[in-house]
């Protein structure tokens, strides 16, 4: 979702826009720009589209050393050059990440004021006023709070004013900006990595502060407008990401990364007594998981495990939802926040509403450093390093792999923990082993999949429908095995897709069952099951893929390598844009 860059300082400015630019392509966009200074005079070029259609308006060797630079994703307005970032009004420029909610009202006291706008964007209305508040006081920090006491939202603002030339503020509420340090200048951007080849070093900013930079000094001032001092950070996290290697999407880079992910974080928590770093969820009276997207999958697969192994009620919510529902949490509960991000608006909001009503908070959050991760009681990082396609897959198994130590935490013996070790090799066996592109060429030319399974095999069909849907643009639903005859089997007609997983031994003949009734109506069935219940008959299942049998719940895990890799050559094979596919954004910093 947008993305801010800035500099100010010896450099030229636009190369280190542009390649601040590239790196946060991967949040989502789908147009650019850049505003930067020569003398007093403000600069603005923008493009709809990939940031090579803005780097080819760009004079690289243009002498200016201050600019702001956004990729925006439309939220007010489509994505056309005139809604795209940096806005004017007046002496005021600035790039915006976030939504001012009350820009409707703003926008029309401004209006009566005289203000003509261009956009449809709430961006252009907070340029607006803070332009109405400067051209009043001629003093751009007194513009600011007063800017902040009207404006309700989330924002994060890079901001350059004409007839100061030699400073950009920023101003930051409820959307993630930072502030890079470096020997020679000052660099604004909306996450660390997007200037990880200029510095590591770099301060982050609370809700409601802001600050003055210029190339030789950098004023933070807190809520109330005071004087901070400031505390500069060195990024811990992982530098090596924007680089495909030998494979032709990041999707598929990172699914190969998986083995690997999954050997650091066992590596790390199943060795002495690690896992004792680890909360133990067992002493509180109910766990509450708040997620989006995948991640509330993953937080689905917890749900299971932790109530088999914890016995303690578990409920997952959507991060979206639980905001405005009625809570009946207290201090005795824990409410986890799951989000590879860390950044994804609804989960921070939920994180905060936890915090209100007393809850404990635990993350298991992927991005070190992120706005999720500094908000709650106590992260647990998901050692996945730096995910860049949009669909996430190492995220997300990183997350499963997290909640299941959490519900094994307890009770981890010397066979359970041999049994999870075994995880790493099985899947790159699974990923080698079976001719994914083939198999999703029977599926890739409908329109319509579904996904079967019971308890967490169910939870894992959520994610592999999604996984499918958002990246082939094929249509698919997941549904519990046991309830598609409820309503949904009149879509199976002859030759539907239809995955079905079966891991768990409890419930193999209930799920057979639900499978034989989409056979008998034509289904085409494609079976992924656990080896210890490779014994199912071949009048039920088109294609098989078998799933190498360690422990019982962590078969089912497994089964959605196979799910990912389908999904991926589907989109291969429909010519889709696999790592950013449309109308998506990698973080979704807009609630
Ligand atoms: C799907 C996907 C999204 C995210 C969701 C939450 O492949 O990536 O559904 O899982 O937007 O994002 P995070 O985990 O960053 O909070």
């Given amino acids: 979702m947008c993305g801010i860059i800035g500099y100010i300082g010896k450099k030229k400015a636009l190369p280190i826009l542009l390649e601040g630019l590239k790196a946060l392509e991967y949040r989502g966009y789908d147009s650019s720009g850049v505003a930067f200074l020569k003398g007093k005079n403000v600069n603005i070029i923008k493009a709809v589209g990939p940031i090579v259609a803005l780097e080819k308006k760009l004079n690289l060797d243009e002498d200016t050393f201050v600019g702001i630079g956004h990729t925006r994703w439309a939220t007010h307005g489509v994505?056309?050059?005139?809604?795209?970032?940096?806005?004017?009004?007046?002496?005021?420029?600035?790039?915006?990440?976030?939504?001012?909610?009350?820009?409707?009202?703003?926008?029309?006291?401004?209006?009566?004021?005289?203000?003509?706008?261009?956009?449809?964007?709430?961006?252009?209305?907070?340029?607006?006023?803070?332009?109405?508040?400067?051209?009043?006081?001629?003093?751009?920090?007194?513009a600011i709070q007063k800017f902040k006491g009207k404006a309700k939202g989330s924002y994060a603002i890079g901001l350059i004013v004409s007839n100061d030339v030699n400073k950009i503020y920023v101003i930051k509420n409820m959307s993630p900006l930072i502030i890079g340090?470096?020997?020679?200048?000052?660099?604004?951007?909306?996450?660390?990595?997007?200037?990880?080849?200029?510095?590591?070093?770099?301060?982050?900013?609370?809700?409601?502060?802001?600050?003055?930079?210029?190339?030789?000094?950098?004023?933070?001032?807190?809520?109330?407008?005071?004087?901070?001092?400031?505390?500069?950070?060195?990024?811990?996290?992982?530098?090596?990401?924007?680089?495909?290697?030998?494979?032709?999407?990041?999707?598929?880079?990172?699914?190969?990364?998986?083995?690997?992910?999954?050997?650091?974080?066992?590596?790390?928590?199943?060795?002495?007594?690690a896992l004792k770093e680890l909360p133990d969820l067992s002493k509180y009276r109910g766990v509450t998981i708040v997620a989006c997207g995948s991640a509330m999958h993953a937080g689905l697969i917890g749900k299971y495990i932790i109530e088999s192994h914890l016995n303690i009620p578990v409920t997952v919510e959507?991060?979206?939802?639980?905001?405005?529902?009625?809570?009946?949490?207290?201090?005795?509960?824990?409410?986890?926040?799951?989000?590879?991000?860390?950044?994804?608006?609804?989960?921070?909001?939920?994180?905060?509403?936890?915090?209100?009503?007393?809850?404990?908070?635990?993350?298991?959050v992927n991005v070190k450093e992120s706005s999720i991760a500094r908000e709650v009681d106590n992260v647990v990082y998901t050692l996945a390093g730096?995910?860049?396609?949009?669909?996430?897959?190492?995220?997300?198994?990183?997350?499963?792999?997290?909640?299941?130590?959490?519900?094994?935490?307890?009770?981890?013996?010397?066979?359970?923990?041999?049994?999870?070790?075994?995880?790493?090799?099985?899947?790159?066996?699974?990923?080698?082993?079976?001719?994914?592109?083939?198999?999703?060429?029977?599926?890739?030319?409908?329109?319509?999949?579904?996904?079967?399974?019971?308890?967490?095999?169910?939870?894992?069909?959520?994610?592999?429908?999604?996984?499918?849907?958002?990246?082939?643009?094929?249509?698919?639903?997941?549904?519990?095995?046991?309830?598609?005859?409820?309503?949904?089997?009149s879509l199976i007609t002859d030759g539907t897709p239809v995955f079905a997983i079966l891991t768990d031994q409890n419930i193999a003949d209930k799920t057979i069952s639900n499978i034989k009734e989409v056979k008998v109506r034509g289904a085409k069935v494609i079976l992924i099951v656990s080896e210890s219940l490779d014994n199912v008959s071949k009048d039920v299942y088109d294609e098989k893929i078998v799933i190498p049998s360690i422990y019982k719940e962590i078969d089912s895990l497994l089964s959605v390598i196979p799910l990912q890799l389908i999904a991926y050559y589907c989109a291969k094979l429909r010519g889709c844009a696999i790592d950013k596919p449309r109308n998506l954004a990698k973080s979704v910093t807009v609630e």
């Fill in 386 to 489: 730096s995910e860049i396609a949009v669909a996430t897959t190492k995220a997300y198994l990183a997350q499963v792999i997290i909640l299941y130590l959490m519900g094994f935490r307890n009770e981890m013996n010397k066979t359970m923990s041999t049994s999870f070790l075994k995880i790493p090799n099985q899947i790159s066996k699974l990923i080698t082993s079976y001719d994914y592109e083939k198999i999703a060429s029977y599926i890739e030319k409908n329109e319509s999949v579904f996904f079967i399974g019971r308890l967490i095999d169910y939870a894992l069909c959520m994610e592999g429908s999604l996984k499918l849907k958002e990246v082939s643009y094929i249509h698919s639903e997941a549904y519990a095995a046991g309830e598609l005859k409820h309503g949904t089997i």
């Fill in 181 to 273: 340090i470096s020997e020679d200048g000052h660099y604004l951007a909306s996450d660390v990595p997007a200037i990880l080849n200029r510095t590591d070093k770099y301060i982050t900013l609370l809700d409601g502060e802001y600050a003055e930079i210029s190339f030789e000094s950098l004023v933070l001032y807190d809520n109330e407008g005071k004087e901070k001092c400031i505390e500069i950070k060195t990024f811990q996290g992982d530098a090596t990401c924007i680089d495909k290697g030998k494979f032709e999407h990041f999707m598929l880079k990172e699914i190969n990364e998986e083995p690997d992910v999954v050997k650091t974080i066992l590596t790390k928590y199943l060795v002495n007594d």
């Fill in 318 to 364: 959507i991060a979206s939802e639980f905001k405005y529902k009625k809570l009946l949490l207290n201090k005795e509960d824990v409410v986890i926040a799951i989000s590879q991000s860390g950044e994804t608006a609804d989960t921070l909001a939920a994180v905060k509403i936890a915090k209100s009503v007393g809850c404990h908070t635990i993350g298991i």
């Fill in 79 to 142: 994505p056309n050059e005139v809604n795209s970032h940096p806005h004017t009004s007046g002496a005021v420029t600035l790039v915006h990440n976030g939504i001012i909610e009350n820009y409707n009202e703003l926008k029309s006291f401004l209006e009566v004021e005289g203000v003509k706008f261009k956009s449809e964007t709430d961006s252009e209305v907070a340029a607006a006023l803070i332009n109405y508040f400067y051209e009043k006081s001629k003093n751009i920090l007194e």
